[in-house]
């Protein structure tokens, strides 16, 4: 059975820091990624990482600010999401996606967790 955990939002004042976690079970995940949904505005993909392939993206707004990384265990990848710098328009429902090769928008999702930032 498939599992996707978020963990770590919380309220920041702007210009801090905040660490999420995805622990991702029950199947083999080779891409994850990580969305933000702001108050009326469409979700977005922030993050995201494929072990296969070796690489990251991120989001032009989250650029030298957001770092994804990801722990490849026996049976669950963890992956973080090392939020520094944080603006109010960060602001926001995160949730994590996982899924195979090539296939993220196919994936599962988590409950999301919720990020605020405060001036």
């Known amino acids: 059975q498939v599992h996707i955990v978020e963990s770590g939002g919380g309220l920041v004042q702007a210009g801090g820091s905040l660490r999420l976690s995805c622990a991702a079970s029950g199947s083999t995940f080779n891409d994850i990624g990580w969305y933000r949904q702001a108050p009326g505005k469409q979700r977005e993909l922030v993050a995201s990482?494929?072990?296969?392939?070796?690489?990251?993206?991120?989001a032009d707004s989250v650029k030298g600010r957001f770092t994804i990384s990801r722990d490849n265990a026996k049976n669950t990848v963890t992956v973080y999401l090392q939020m520094n710098v944080l603006k109010l328009e960060d602001t926001g429902v995160y949730s994590c996606r996982a899924g195979e090769a090539g296939a993220l928008r196919l994936g599962y999702w988590g409950q999301g967790t919720q990020v605020t930032v405060s001036s």
């Open positions: 990482i494929s072990s296969s392939l070796g690489t990251t993206t991120y």
